[in-house]
C-alpha cells in the first residue's frame, strides 16, 4: 500500500512527494438547477372545478328523489292561484254590473 496524506503537512521532503494535491470541489449548480427544473409540477390542469371537488351535503339524494314531486306541487299551485285570481276578478265583475245597473236605475229614476 502506498501511503497518502491529504491532511497532514509534511515536514519531510520525502513524504511531502507523497502528499495529494487539495481538491477542489465540483461545480454541483448545473446539476442542481436540472434538478430543480425536474422537480417542478406542471399545471395539469388550469382550472379547479370546486363543485367537483367539494363534497355533496347528506340530503343530496333525497332532494333529488323529491325533486320531481315538487314540480308537480308548482304545478298544481300554479293553477289554484291561476283559479282564485279568475274567482275574484268574476265577483268583481258581478259586484261592477249590480253597480252599474244600481246606477242607472238611480239616473233613470232622477231623469
Known amino acids: 500500500r502506498e501511503l497518502k496524506l491529504r491532511n497532514y503537512e509534511p515536514e519531510d521532503e520525502e513524504l511531502k512527494k507523497r502528499k495529494v494535491p487539495k481538491a477542489k470541489p465540483a461545480s454541483v449548480e448545473d446539476k442542481v438547477k436540472d434538478q430543480l427544473e425536474a422537480a417542478k409540477p406542471e399545471p395539469i390542469i388550469d382550472e379547479v372545478d370546486l363543485a367537483n371537488l367539494a363534497p355533496r351535503k347528506p340530503d343530496w339524494d333525497l332532494k333529488r328523489d323529491v ?10 299551485t300554479q293553477r289554484a292561484i291561476a283559479e282564485l285570481i279568475r274567482e275574484r276578478l268574476k265577483g268583481q ?3 261592477l254590473a249590480s253597480a252599474v245597473g244600481s246606477a242607472k236605475q238611480e239616473g233613470s229614476d232622477s231623469d
Do not use: S, T, Y
Not at 325533486?67 to 298544481?76: H, P
Open 67 to 76: 325533486a320531481k314531486k315538487l314540480e308537480k306541487l308548482e304545478k298544481r
Open 93 to 95: 265583475e258581478e259586484e
